[in-house]
């Protein structure tokens, strides 16, 4: 599951509108919207389009949208 608070917060300060963002990003505006509010996973071609948009760095995706998994396989 991805870090939701964070994601929103970087939808937020992008300065962009949440449909501009799901256009831009190649999402339905619907889509998002389940996203964010924890109906499904995002998958690999989301999180790609959305780090673009957003100009997220490598390990600001990997934080938002990595960090449970990767704390999940830690022994």
Known sequence: MADI????EKIN???MTF????KKSGILRETLYNRLNGVSD?????????????KLTK???DDI?????LNDMQP
């Open 42 to 54: 995002f998958t690999a071609t989301e999180i790609v389009g959305l780090s673009r948009t957003l």
């Open 19 to 22: 449909s501009s963002i799901a």
């Open 13 to 15: 300060n992008s300065g």
């Open 5 to 8: 608070k964070a994601l929103k």
């Open 59 to 61: 390990s600001e995706r």
């Open 65 to 69: 949208f990595l960090n449970e998994k």
